[in-house]
Structure formats: C-alpha cells, structure tokens
C-alpha cells in the first residue's frame, strides 16, 4: 500500500506566528499533491494544491513548498490567526488514476 | 447551490445490522469515492467508481458494499460483516481524473 507520512500529528502555534506541517512519500508516480483542511463535524475542504514540475506555489497566506528529490512536501501557513485551527490533511495522486492517498492529518491549534 | 449532500448526519446501527448512508452530488461528477475516518488515521479508501454500474475496491472494502446506478448518487452500506463501523464516512466526488475531489460533510455512524 502506498504511504504518505505527514508530521506533526498536532501543532500549536501562537497568533501571528507560521504553521509548518510537513509530508514525505515514497511513490515516485505521484503527480499531484493536494493539502486539504477540515473543521470539525464537516468534510475537508481543497487548500491548495502543487504538482512536482514546481518547487513552491503561494496562495495569500498559505505556501506548498516541494523538494521532490527528497519526495517531501511541506504547508506553510504565515501570519496563523485563530480561524485556522483545524485539522489538515496532506495527500498524494498517482499518474495513472484518480485515488488519493491521505496522510495522517495534523491538528492544528492558534491561540489568540 | 451544487455540492455533495451525505444523510443521515448521525446513524445508529445495532448489532448484526445492515445500514445504508446516503451519497449524492448534483455537480455533474463522473467519479465518486467513500472514505472512512478514524482518529490519527487520515482518510482510508473504501470503495470508489468512475463511472455509472462500474466500481472498485479501496483499501478497506471488507464488510461494505456499494452501488453505483445513478451518476449522481453512490449509497454505501456498512455489512453485519464489519465489525467495528464506527467512524466518520465521507463521500467525495471529481469531474475528471485530474481534477481536486469535494467532499461532503461526512455521516457518523455508532454502534448502539
């Protein structure tokens, strides 16, 4: 079964500081690699999204950086406010179909 | 407002029962997928199809089975087979292979 190894399980970060959760996979046949966040009691919700053929993609505070030789990825979310806190879930697609393969998730806690 | 509609929020299940969750997307999806989540284990593949009266086994298929006869609607029902259902279920769908997938809000069913 193909794994993709996310870390921390659980963060806590001050107001106004930066988020790191980062995410490692073995399966050189991933093309697309998705974060997704989720509140509890509803269903993740697409983040942001990268494919391999770039290093890093920014949308407002949230940042994907890959390094694929090393086959990790990281979410980077600046400025954390508390609306953040949530849990987030690195996954990966292989080339060939549709299925996604989940990290473990990380729960994340901003305090005011 | 177009979206993935899972029911019934909450589900009780006794012991040697048969019960169905609902799945259904008005969004004009070609595939639809069922997770199940459990606490630190991420989202794990159930069953998924691609097309109308075709589907294939997740990684956990065993004790559920799926239906897929209607594009827009693809039920799950959780067997007397599996023995320790309780979990939050999610139903997801995407247009295409290359496309992010939505999610619906998830039901969570218990064991009475």
């Known amino acids: 079964q193909q794994q993709v190894k996310q870390s921390p399980q659980s963060l806590i970060v001050q107001k106004g500081g930066i988020s790191i959760i980062n995410c490692a996979y073995e399966?050189?046949?991933?093309?697309?690699f998705p974060w997704y966040q989720q509140f509890p009691g509803k269903g993740p919700a697409l983040l942001i999204a990268?494919?391999?053929?770039?290093s890093e993609k920014k949308e407002g505070r949230f940042t994907i950086s890959f390094n694929k030789s090393a086959k990790q990825f990281s979410l980077h979310i600046m400025d954390s406010q508390p609306g953040d806190s949530a849990t987030y879930f690195c996954?990966?697609?292989?080339?060939?179909?549709?299925?996604?393969?989940f990290g473990e998730g990380t729960q994340l806690t901003v305090n005011p | 407002d177009g979206g993935i509609t899972q029911s019934p929020k909450y589900l009780f299940r006794k012991e040697g029962q048969n019960v169905t969750l609902s799945c259904e997307q008005n969004?004009?999806?070609?595939?639809m997928y069922w997770y199940r989540q459990d606490p630190g284990q991420g989202l794990r593949l159930i069953y998924y199809?691609?097309?109308?009266?075709?589907?294939q086994k997740g990684d956990i298929a065993e004790g559920y089975s799926v239906s897929r006869e209607k594009k827009e609607s693809f039920p799950l029902t959780v067997t007397s087979a599996q023995k320790n259902p309780t979990a939050f279920y999610l139903c997801?769908?995407?247009?295409?292979?290359?496309?992010?997938?939505?999610f619906g809000d998830g039901t969570r069913l218990s064991i009475l």
């Open positions: 997801a769908s995407t247009a295409v292979s290359n496309q992010p997938q939505h």
């Open positions: 996954a990966a697609r292989e080339t060939s179909g549709s299925r996604l393969t």
């Open positions: 969004l004009n999806h070609d595939a």
């Open positions: 199809s691609q097309i109308v009266n075709d589907f």
């Open positions: 399966n050189t046949a991933f093309d697309y």
């Open positions: 990268i494919r391999p053929d770039v």
